[in-house]
C-alpha cells in the first residue's frame, strides 16, 4: 500500500505547487515542493511498482542510466541557457513531455496485439496528442530563436481541416477495428506531426506564449492518458491539473493582449499584414532623429525618467547596459522608473525576468496600471526596443489588429524617445504611428550599444 | 474486443473519471487569480509538472522484455526525453524565480 500513499502526497505536493506559484511570495517553494513530489513519485514508481502478476519491474541500468542522462542534459541546458532564451526552452523541454507520451503509446501499441477498445481509444488519443504537441513545440521553438520564419501556408485552414478530417477517420477505423492495420496508427502519428507543424507555422511571433501555454495543456492532457493507460493516479491528476489550469493560463495571456483565443489560433496577428493597410493608405508625414548627445542633456535635466523595455532590448542582451543608465541617471537626481507592459517581450513577465538579473530593484519596475497613471508628470520615456505595446493604433484605430490592447500611453510624458535599430514595423508587423508624432524623437542602433554611449555622454554632461 | 456498453459499467472507468472532473475543477480554481508578472514561471512550473509522464516511460522500460529491442530503444529514449521535461523545467523555473528572490530581499 505504500506506493498509492506515495502517489497520494506526489498529487497533492502538484496541487500545493501549482497553488503557491501563482502567488509572488511562495512561487519558488512551491516549485520546489512541485519537484520533490515528483522525485518521489519517480523513485516510488521505480522500486515499488508491480505489474498484475506482482513481478515488479526490470531493466535497472537502463533506467537510470536514462534518468542520469535527462538529468545531466536537463540541468545543463536549464542552467546555462540565457535569460532571454528562457521562453525557448520551455517549449523544448515541452516538446520533449509531449515526445515521451508519444513514445510510450506507441510501444504500448505494440505491446498489445489485442487491446480492448477503451485501451486503444486511450493509447490513440495520446499519441495523437503527444505528437502535435512535440512538433507545434519544436516549431514554436524554432520560431522564437529564428531559425524558423513565419510562413503563411496557402489555404492553411482548408490543409489542417484535411488533416483533422482524416486523423478522425483513420482513428475511427482503428478504435471501432474496421481495419487494424499498423499502418493506421503510424498514419496517424505522421499527420499529427504534420498538423502541430502546420498548426504552428502561420502563429505570429507576438503570440507565441499563447501558443507555447497551449502546447503545454496539450502535454497535460497526453501525460493524463498516459495515467489512464497504467490506471496511476499521480500521472492522471498531474497531467489533467496542468491540462486544466494550463488551458486558463492560456485564456489570463490572451486577456492581457485583450484578444480571443480564436482570434489567436486563426490568427491575422502575424501571419497576413492586416495592418498593412492601416500605415499604408494614411498619410504618416516624417519623423525626426535625436542625437545621443540631446538625448543624454534632455534625460540628465529631466525630473523623471521612464524606460519602457522591449524584445529589443532582450535581443541586444541590454538589460546590464540598462540598469547602468539607471544607476547614472540617479546619480544625477533623477527619478528612474520602469514602465513594463504585461505582454512586453515574447512572454507575460520576460521584462521582469530579465531587469532581476541585471539587478534592478524591484518596487522600480511599474505594471501598466500604475506606470500610466505616472505618466503625466514623466519628462523623458525613452523606449527600448519595444513597439505594438506602445502603438496608439490600438486605442485609435478600430481597423488594426491589435485595436483594444491596452498600451502604455507614453503620450501622455513630456518627451518620447524610441530607440530601434530601423523603422521596421514591430514583430505583429503593425506600422506605429508614435514614431511620426512630434512629440517622438528616434534613436537608431543597436540597443546596448545605445544605452552604453548614452551612459558615457552622461557621465560628461 | 469489448464493446462501449462495457466500458461505461466498469467501475475503474467511473473512478478515473472522477478524478479527472475534479482535478479539472481543482487546476481552474488554483490558478484563476494570477499576477501577470507570474504568467511565464506558472506556465513553465506546470510544464515541469506534466513531466509526470516520465512514470509511464519508467514502466514501459521496466515491463520490456530483454529481446524485445524495440521496446527497449524507445522506452529508453522516453525515460530520457520525460526525465529532460522534468529536470529542466524544474530547474528552468527555479532559475526564473531565483530573480524574484533576490530583488525581494534588496526591497
Known amino acids: ?461 | 474486443m469489448d464493446s462501449i456498453a462495457q466500458l461505461f459499467t466498469d467501475a475503474a472507468t467511473y473512478r478515473l473519471l472522477t478524478i479527472v472532473i475534479l482535478s479539472i475543477f481543482l487546476g481552474i480554481e488554483v490558478i484563476s487569480r494570477v499576477p501577470s508578472v507570474l504568467h511565464t514561471p506558472l506556465m513553465s512550473g506546470a510544464n515541469a509538472i506534466h513531466g509526470v509522464v516520465i512514470i509511464g516511460a519508467i514502466i514501459v522500460m521496466g515491463e520490456a522484455a530483454s529481446d524485445d529491442y524495440l521496446a527497449l530503444t524507445l522506452g529508453f529514449l522516453a525515460v530520457i526525453l520525460g526525465t529532460l521535461n522534468v529536470v529542466g523545467g524544474f530547474v528552468v523555473t527555479d532559475r526564473m524565480l531565483e530573480m524574484f528572490d533576490k530583488k525581494k530581499k534588496r526591497k
Request: overall charge neutral; aromatic content about 8%.
Open chain 1, 1 to 461: 500500500m505504500l506506493l498509492p500513499l506515495i502517489y497520494l502526497i506526489g498529487s497533492i505536493t502538484f496541487i500545493l505547487g501549482l497553488k503557491m506559484l501563482s502567488h509572488p511570495d511562495s512561487a519558488r517553494k512551491g516549485n520546489l515542493v512541485a519537484a520533490f513530489g515528483m522525485t518521489l513519485a519517480i523513485v516510488g514508481t521505480i522500486f515499488l511498482y508491480r505489474d498484475h502478476s506482482g513481478n515488479s519491474l526490470g531493466n535497472y541500468p537502463w533506467i537510470f542510466a536514462g534518468l542520469v542522462i535527462g538529468s545531466i542534459v536537463g540541468t545543463l541546458a536549464a542552467k546555462k541557457v540565457q535569460m532571454t532564451a528562457m521562453p525557448e526552452m520551455v517549449s523544448l523541454f515541452n516538446g520533449m513531455g509531449g515526445a515521451c507520451a508519444m513514445l510510450i503509446s506507441i510501444v504500448e501499441y505494440h505491446h498489445n496485439p489485442n487491446p480492448s477498445m477503451g485501451m486503444l481509444v486511450v493509447i490513440v488519443l495520446g499519441m495523437l496528442i503527444g505528437t502535435v504537441s512535440f512538433s507545434g513545440s519544436i516549431i514554436a521553438w524554432g520560431k522564437l530563436n529564428g531559425r524558423i520564419k513565419d510562413r503563411t501556408i496557402p489555404a492553411g485552414q482548408a490543409i489542417n481541416f484535411l488533416l483533422f478530417a482524416g486523423i478522425l477517420t483513420m482513428a475511427v477505423l482503428l478504435v471501432f477495428s474496421i481495419s487494424s492495420a499498423p499502418f493506421l496508427f503510424y498514419g496517424i502519428l505522421a499527420l499529427a506531426a504534420l498538423y502541430g507543424i502546420l498548426f504552428v507555422m502561420p502563429i505570429g511571433g507576438a503570440d507565441m506564449p499563447v501558443v507555447i501555454s497551449l502546447l503545454n495543456s496539450f502535454t497535460g492532457v497526453a501525460a493524463a492518458f498516459g495515467g489512464f493507460l497504467y490506471d496511476n493516479p499521480v500521472m492522471l491528476t498531474g497531467g489533467i491539473l496542468v491540462g486544466s489550469a494550463g488551458t486558463i493560463l492560456t485564456i489570463l495571456m490572451c486577456k492581457a493582449m485583450n484578444r480571443s483565443l480564436k482570434n489567436v489560433l486563426i490568427g491575422s496577428f502575424g501571419g497576413q499584414k492586416t495592418g498593412g493597410s492601416v500605415g499604408g493608405s494614411k498619410e504618416q508625414g516624417s519623423y525626426k532623429e535625436i542625437s545621443l548627445n540631446d538625448t543624454a542633456v534632455l534625460m540628465a535635466y529631466a525630473s523623471k525618467v521612464m524606460i519602457i523595455p522591449g524584445y529589443g532590448l532582450a535581443v541586444a542582451q541590454a538589460q546590464h547596459a540598462c540598469h547602468e543608465l539607471e544607476k547614472v541617471l540617479e546619480d544625477k537626481g533623477v527619478e528612474v522608473s520602469y514602465g513594463i507592459h504585461p505582454v512586453a517581450g515574447r512572454m507575460p513577465g520576460h521584462m521582469n525576468v530579465l531587469l532581476a538579473e541585471a539587478d534592478v530593484p524591484y518596487d522600480k519596475l511599474k505594471e501598466m496600471e500604475e506606470a500610466n497613471d505616472q505618466m503625466a508628470q514623466t519628462t523623458v520615456v525613452l523606449i527600448i526596443g519595444a513597439n505594438d505595446v506602445v502603438n496608439p493604433a490600438a486605442k485609435e484605430d478600430p481597423a488594426s489588429p491589435i485595436y483594444g490592447m491596452p498600451i502604455l500611453e507614453v503620450e501622455k510624458a513630456e518627451h518620447v524617445i524610441v530607440n530601434k535599430r530601423s523603422m521596421k514595423p514591430g514583430y505583429a508587423g503593425i506600422e506605429n504611428d508614435l514614431f511620426f508624432k512630434p512629440k517622438t524623437s528616434m534613436l537608431f542602433g543597436d540597443a546596448k550599444k545605445v544605452l552604453q554611449d548614452l551612459v558615457s555622454e552622461l557621465k560628461q554632461v
